[in-house]
């Protein structure tokens, strides 16, 4: 079992840089295959990016494709998401989470998540 608590949202202009980290409890951290997911007010919960297991294969959803990325650093539990010029339309709150399927970038793939953090993007 593994505990996750996403941080570093915030409100910032668009065009903007931001990353968001997800810290991971447990030493089978390195087991999972981490994604991350955001919902805003009004719609479902949407992909955003995902790491397979073991080898590290990264995906991403086509909106943020070619902006962001999803580093993963096993020595410190932590999963990051690199998000480059941010957009209105990125709004949301962002959650990460474990699962123990190899490749996974529905929301049903995933047994843990994050609590979320906010994201806001203006301009």
């Known amino acids: 079992q593994v505990q996750l608590v996403d941080s570093g949202g915030g409100l910032v202009q668009a065009g903007s840089f931001l990353t968001l980290s997800c810290a991971a409890s447990?030493?089978?951290?390195?087991?999972?295959?981490m994604g991350w997911f955001r919902q805003a007010p009004g719609k479902e919960r949407e992909f955003v990016a995902a790491?397979?297991?073991?080898?590290?294969?990264?995906y991403y959803g086509d909106p943020v494709k070619g902006r962001f990325t999803i580093p993963r650093d096993n020595s410190k539990y932590t999963v990051y998401l690199h998000m480059n010029n941010l957009q209105p339309e990125d709004t949301a709150v962002y959650y990460c989470?474990?699962?123990?399927?190899?490749?996974?970038?529905?929301?049903?793939?995933?047994?843990?998540w994050g609590q979320g953090t906010q994201v806001a993007a203006q301009g």
């Open positions: 989470a474990a699962s123990t399927a190899a490749r996974a970038t529905m929301a049903y793939d995933y047994e843990y």
């Open positions: 447990g030493r089978t951290f390195s087991s999972y295959a």
């Open positions: 790491l397979s297991w073991p080898i590290g294969v990264p």
